[in-house]
């Protein structure tokens, strides 16, 4: 959009006069900030309005992405560099005398996510409307986000994320014209009606009252404004009289109250099923009823629509669907089925076993009684339909929804809609060969690939500003609309002022992180040093504990030799562990104990700090990725379906020290051998120690030495205070023989770590390597991810 400054400044001296009665010396950060965002809805407001016509006028066909978790962090930037004027407007504040740094952190991070998943939904959604396709997102707008982590003690305190504060949520509007019912619990039986067919009839049920908020989502300087539409549950006013204590109502606020801060796990609450039912069926009603609005034959819906299920929490779709088609709009089983199955479509996350979604038979019907019996029969008919196509009954067992006194989301998930996707190579390999190979064994065709990406844009542009203006330096600002255009970058790997200047920038970001480490731990740490960093959520699979038995190994080895010529480094860890995942909080606990252990010791010249940042969140990705040498992608090869972090490291010119795992193999891929240091067990060495059963932790332990002395070290009182949590990191490597494999891998990747400060050493090769991984990241772009889940999926139209 086109404005003037002084125009932007008198539109926000007016939003501020308006809103605050205020002048700006005495307005505060949050004052500055909601006047600011008033006049940011009234840039884009017309825009808006004018692509909700134009899809609606010209009978556009619409994706709707269901996702129980959307992380977008802050917006404020965001949605100024998408109009365009985010330039304008720091300009602007700089003439007027305003801090925008302060006014930015004065937004609270729109936590509606745990990690990778959360983001990457929140990544399509930017990307969507900047590719210029209508796809909308359907999510849950949680009171409280991910929970807010201190550390108290070196151990993990959670807190509540109160992210509407005292100025609520400035970018939504609250959309009362589509309120939806959604009804639980009861009971249903059949009636035959006049025309001699089966009519259910639910009684007693409870009855939920779903209120839309959208949330706009602005494409890059192009325009167009899509929507992610949360939804929050209210009380129905004719149901009051049921609800007259406080704790009667607080029950049903409940469902919209938190998000369940679980990473790659499953918690089986019956909470959790109806916050998951809650808004698949208020999304699905609304969608329903928009198509209809075009008097066209529902039977036809998926003509004008598709759901996409991201991850199993929003896989009871298909079912609900069908509820809706057949029971409150008439269709027959076979036309409803038939128009189900063609706009549904799946993205599996993860092969733990864990975070496959299973619901006791019991819990289902009690709280979802009619989309049971629905369940039921669509079980009943796969089975009939395989055994007639010849399908070997074993299989058929393995595959059906219900079984063993259990629903299985991923199987209606699958069977109930035309497409299911992996999220990186490796990960859709194993899909088909391994964790849903008799799914693919029956239906192949609806297997692909969809590769994981990043909004470049957050990651250069908003992230790390000086890297962008050396960017431009280059190779001119074309690359900022279409990212391919880094390729260019690459005819400059040779020329030492470019690297230089590159070398000047990656410096500067690492000061900007060293001064927030010391204003927030009293740490001081060195800009000479390699920042060596792992910031994702911590799980065993993602192996934080190898890097901190690394970090023990360097201790000792400095510890024994003072002058060992070594680059000095800062480790550097990012991480909140799930309230309920007892050895991850214990790894927590042992890295600060260490780092406590480590800062502290003058032995060690300086050469050696541990830090570890509280609160790992989007916003403080976006002050510590940029600022990386190393980027830590260590999880056990097979666990780690795609990750994203690895891709934004990569984009801000880190150096990725990875094993050949998810989407680390494919920036292999890209950069070449010679730009990434790989290291650790491939895919099939794991599955081959899964069937030889041979894997025997306790004898590596006993057999190498270096490794007996970094693991003794969590339990012979060097690291003080860590007792229990020292012993359950024992006992978890070796009496429970290493589930994730970290003795086997340990030698390799203390190779790889010495081969980086190998490779640091020389500037300039070090620079050649960061300068290709910048150049090459543009491959990860999710707005060429978003384009292939569109065309090839979605089939929908710019
Ligand atoms: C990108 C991102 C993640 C995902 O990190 P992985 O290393 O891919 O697991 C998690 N949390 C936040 C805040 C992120 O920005």
């Known amino acids: 959009m086109s404005v003037t400054k002084e125009q932007f400044i008198r539109d926000f001296k007016d939003a501020l006069h308006e809103e605050h009665l205020i002048k700006i010396p005495v307005a505060t950060p949050t004052e500055l900030f909601t006047s600011l965002a008033k006049v940011i809805r009234k840039y884009y407001t017309p825009k808006w309005l004018e692509r909700n016509k134009r899809l609606s006028d010209d009978q556009e066909k619409i994706a709707f992405y269901f996702s129980i978790e959307f992380l977008p962090g802050r917006m404020l930037e965001t949605n100024l560099l998408n109009l365009g004027i985010l330039d304008l407007v720091k300009d602007s504040f700089s003439d007027l005398g305003i801090d925008f740094e302060a006014v930015k952190n004065a937004e609270h991070d729109m936590a509606l996510g745990n990690g990778g998943l959360g983001r990457l939904a929140a990544a399509f959604m930017d990307s969507l409307a900047t590719t210029g396709y209508p796809g909308f997102g359907n999510g849950i707008r949680y009171q409280y986000g991910l929970f807010k982590q201190k550390i108290v003690n070196g151990h993990q305190v959670e807190l509540p994320d109160a992210w509407f504060g005292s100025v609520g949520n400035v970018w939504e509007v609250r959309k009362d014209h589509d309120i939806v019912d959604v009804k639980l619990y ?7 009606n006049e025309h001699g067919k089966l009519i259910p009839i639910h009684e007693n049920s409870q009855t939920l009252r779903a209120v839309p908020y959208d949330v706009p989502q602005l494409g890059y300087q192009n325009g167009i404004v899509n929507n992610l539409r949360l939804w929050d549950v209210e009380i129905p006013e004719e149901d009051e009289l049921h609800y007259p204590t406080l704790e009667a109502r607080r029950k049903v606020q409940d469902i919209t109250a938190i998000l369940y801060p679980d990473d790659s796990s499953y918690e089986g609450k019956e909470l959790r099923l109806t916050q998951e039912y809650f808004m698949t069926s208020a999304g699905l009603q609304t969608i329903i009823k928009y198509y209809l609005k075009q008097g066209r034959p529902l039977a036809k819906i998926h ?35 038939e128009t189900t199955v063609k706009t549904m479509s799946y993205t599996n996350h993860t092969i733990l076993s864990e975070a496959l979604e299973k619901w006791d038979e019991g819990l289902f019907k009690k709280v979802l009684p009619r989309v049971y019996q629905i369940i039921l029969e669509i079980d009943n008919r796969y089975v009939v339909k395989m055994a007639t196509d010849g399908v070997d009954p074993n299989i058929i067992e393995k595959t059906r929804i219900v079984k063993d006194g259990q629903i299985h989301m991923a199987h209606l998930a699958i069977i109930g809609g035309y497409s299911v996707n992996g999220v990186a190579k490796l990960h859709t390999k194993l899909l088909q060969e391994d964790t849903l190979s008799d799914f693919y064994a029956i239906y192949p065709e609806k297997f692909n690939n969809k590769t994981n990406g990043i909004v470049q844009r957050r990651w250069t542009q908003i992230a790390a500003p000086e890297l962008s203006e050396q960017i431009d330096k280059v190779i001119g600002c074309d690359w900022r609309k279409d990212i391919h ?15 230089n200047d590159f070398y000047c920038v990656k410096q500067k970001a690492k000061e900007r992180l060293a001064t927030y480490i010391y204003e927030t731990t009293g740490i001081t740490v060195s800009t000479q040093a390699i920042f060596d960093v792992q910031v994702k959520r911590l799980h065993a699979y993602k192996r934080q504990l190898l890097n901190l038995m690394h970090i023990i190994k360097l201790y000792w080895d400095l510890k024994d030799n003072p002058d060992k010529d070594v680059v000095p480094r800062v480790f550097i860890f990012g991480a909140k562990a799930a309230p309920g995942y007892h050895f991850a909080k214990s790894v927590i606990k042992l890295i600060n104990e260490v780092a406590n252990l480590v800062n502290n010791d003058v032995d060690l010249k300086d050469k050696l700090k541990v830090v570890f940042l509280e609160n790992y969140n989007v916003s403080l990705a976006e002050l510590i990725i940029p600022a990386a040498d190393v980027s830590e992608q260590i999880s056990l090869a097979s666990k780690e379906a795609s990750g994203t972090s690895n891709m934004k490291f990569m984009m801000t010119g880190s150096v990725t020290l990875a094993t050949l795992d998810g989407a680390n193999i494919e920036i292999k891929d890209e950069v070449g051998d010679d730009n990434i240091v790989i290291f650790g067990m491939t895919k099939d060495d794991v599955y081959d120690h899964y069937r030889k059963h041979d894997y025997y932790s306790r004898g590596i332990y006993e057999n190498q030495p270096v490794i007996k002395r970094v693991v003794d070290t969590f339990v012979d009182g060097t690291i003080s205070d860590v007792v229990s949590e020292g012993m359950e990191i024992f006992e978890s490597l070796i009496t429970h023989n290493d589930e994730y494999f970290l003795l086997e891998d340990f030698m390799s990747y203390v190779e790889a770590q010495e081969k980086i400060d190998h490779l640091y050493r020389d500037k300039k090769v070090w620079s050649q390597m960061s300068l290709m991984n910048i150049t090459k990241s543009h491959k990860f772009t999710s707005d060429d991810t978003i384009s292939q889940y569109a065309e090839e999926l979605w089939q929908i139209k710019k």
């Open 186 to 192: 009861g009971n249903v039986h059949l009636e035959m």
């Open 303 to 337: 003509e004008k629509v598709s759901v996409h299920i991201n991850d199993t929490h929003p896989a009871v779709a298909p079912a609900e669907f069908m509820r809706l088609l057949i029971d409150e709009y008439g269709l027959e089983w076979q036309e409803a089925w």
């Open 485 to 499: 255009q880094l390729e260019e970058l690459k005819h400059y790997v040779n020329d030492d002022t470019v690297l």
